[in-house]
C-alpha cells in the first residue's frame, strides 16, 4: 500500500510539471548532473597523476642539490686540510644525515603561521637549515702522524660545529 502512494506521488510530480511544461526542467537537470559527476572525477584523475610527477620531479631536484651540497663541502674541507703543516693530498668524504631542513614561522600558540585560505593555504618559511653532518673520514699523506691527525681532528671539528669522534683521520 505504501509504494502505491508513493507511485501516485511520483506521478502526480511529473503530471504537474507536464502540464506546467517544466518536464523538460527536471531531465535538462538530471543530465547535467551526470555530466559533472563524470568530467568531475576525470579532472580529479589528471590531477593526481600530474601532482604525482611533480612531486618526484622536487624529489630529485632536492636530491640533486643535496649532491651538490656534499661535493661542495667535501672539497672545501680537502682544500682546507691540504694548507694544515704535514699534509699532503687530501681525500675527504662527508656523510650527511638527513636532506634540508625548513623552519617555519610560528605564530603566538607555536602554530605554522600560513597565508591564503582554503585550498590555496601555504605555510611561511622562516629559513632553510642545511642538512647536518653525521660523519668525516679523511685520508692523505701524513695521516699516519699523531699530531697531525689531532690538528686535522681539531680543525674539522671546529669548522663544521660536530664532535671529535665524528671524524676519523688515517694516511696514505
Known amino acids: 500500500m505504501g509504494s502505491e502512494i508513493q507511485k501516485k506521488r511520483s506521478q502526480g510530480l511529473f503530471d504537474f510539471l507536464r502540464a506546467r511544461g517544466k518536464l523538460w526542467l527536471l531531465v535538462g537537470g538530471v543530465i547535467a548532473g551526470v555530466f559533472l559527476l563524470l568530467v568531475g572525477s576525470g579532472i580529479g584523475t589528471e590531477n593526481k597523476s600530474a601532482s604525482t610527477s611533480e612531486s618526484e620531479t622536487a624529489l630529485q631536484e632536492d636530491a640533486a642539490d643535496l649532491t651538490a651540497y656534499e661535493d661542495k663541502l667535501e672539497n672545501e674541507l680537502?682544500?682546507?686540510?691540504?694548507?694544515?703543516?704535514?699534509?699532503?693530498?687530501?681525500?675527504?668524504?662527508?656523510?650527511?644525515?638527513?636532506?634540508?631542513?625548513?623552519?617555519?614561522?610560528?605564530?603566538?600558540?607555536?602554530?605554522?603561521?600560513?597565508?591564503?585560505?582554503?585550498?590555496?593555504?601555504?605555510?611561511?618559511?622562516?629559513?632553510?637549515?642545511?642538512?647536518?653532518?653525521?660523519?668525516?673520514?679523511?685520508?692523505?699523506?701524513g695521516g699516519d702522524n699523531p699530531h697531525v691527525q689531532r690538528a686535522l681532528v681539531d680543525l674539522v671539528s671546529t669548522t663544521l660545529g660536530i664532535t671529535t669522534n665524528r671524524v676519523f683521520v688515517t694516511g696514505k
Open 78 to 141: 680537502e682544500a682546507l686540510c691540504e694548507s694544515v703543516t704535514g699534509v699532503g693530498k687530501v681525500d675527504v668524504m662527508v656523510t650527511l644525515g638527513s636532506g634540508c631542513r625548513v623552519v617555519y614561522v610560528t605564530d603566538g600558540n607555536g602554530e605554522i603561521a600560513t597565508t591564503g585560505t582554503g585550498s590555496a593555504q601555504k605555510a611561511i618559511y622562516r629559513t632553510l637549515q642545511p642538512p647536518t653532518v653525521v660523519g668525516v673520514g679523511i685520508v692523505c699523506k
